[in-house]
């Protein structure tokens, strides 16, 4: 299985709305609606930030939002704050009962 | 809230087999399913296997034939072999829970770095 494709990097503006797709295929992202988003700090163990394509777990700021369209999901971080700054990796259960990450995308403040 | 710790070996050698234990506190490990993933340095998120609370396991397709995990549910732990080690599987290594039917991967460990050198 090769892993999810996603931008090495995004930035934006404190304020602004950035966005962060993530590509499959049929297989995985496109198969199934369990698409899962983490954030990681360096040195840190990621963390689960959405579930199921849209749902945020308890604790993660309503900032967070996660859509799907066919074999491409996206996250959507609104009102970017200094905190966002971080790896985002997505993950993508499969038809195989596997699961795959995406390569991961680092976000940056212009 | 569930708590995973993992342990095991910092430094191991080319070719020998890695043993990693997962222990689980705040949770009973037999409802749920569990799951190993590694972050080579500067790299991205691999997914490498999961087991049931009944024991039952999946695998990557790209480890299968080097990758065993197991589950004690006496002990509330499971663990991961990996054989036939090179370089290129030096990286940090994570527990994770991976819910009722393994479809999201939610509460992680905080990672044990494990260098593959003679």
């Known amino acids: 299985q090769s892993a999810l494709t996603q931008p090495a990097s995004v930035s934006g503006s404190p304020g602004q709305s950035i966005t962060i797709s993530c590509t499959g295929t049929?297989?995985?992202?496109?198969?199934?609606?369990?698409v899962s988003w983490y954030q990681q700090y360096p040195d840190k163990a990621p963390k689960l930030m959405i579930y199921d394509v849209t749902n945020r777990p308890s604790g993660v700021s309503d900032r967070f939002s996660g859509s799907k369209s066919g074999n491409t999901a996206s996250l959507t971080i609104s009102g970017l704050q200094s905190e966002d700054e971080a790896d985002y990796y997505c993950s993508s259960y499969t038809t195989s009962s596997t699961h795959v990450f995406g390569s991961g995308t680092k976000v940056t403040f212009l | 809230q569930v708590q995973l710790q993992e342990s095991g070996p910092g430094l191991v050698k080319p070719s020998e087999t890695l043993s990693l234990t997962c222990a689980v506190s705040?949770?009973?490990?037999?409802?749920?399913?569990w799951s190993w993933i590694r972050q080579p340095p500067g790299k991205g998120l691999e997914w490498i296997a999961y087991v049931s609370g009944r024991g039952g396991t999946n695998y990557n397709p790209s480890l299968k034939s080097r990758v065993t995990m197991s589950i004690d549910t006496s002990k509330n732990q499971f663990s991961l072999n990996l054989g036939s080690l090179t370089a290129a599987d030096t990286a940090v290594y994570y527990c994770a829970r991976c819910g009722e039917d393994c479809y999201t991967i939610d509460f992680w460990g905080q990672g044990t770095q494990v260098t593959v050198s003679s």
């Open positions: 705040a949770a009973s490990i037999g409802g749920f399913y």
């Open positions: 049929s297989s995985d992202v496109g198969g199934h609606n369990f």
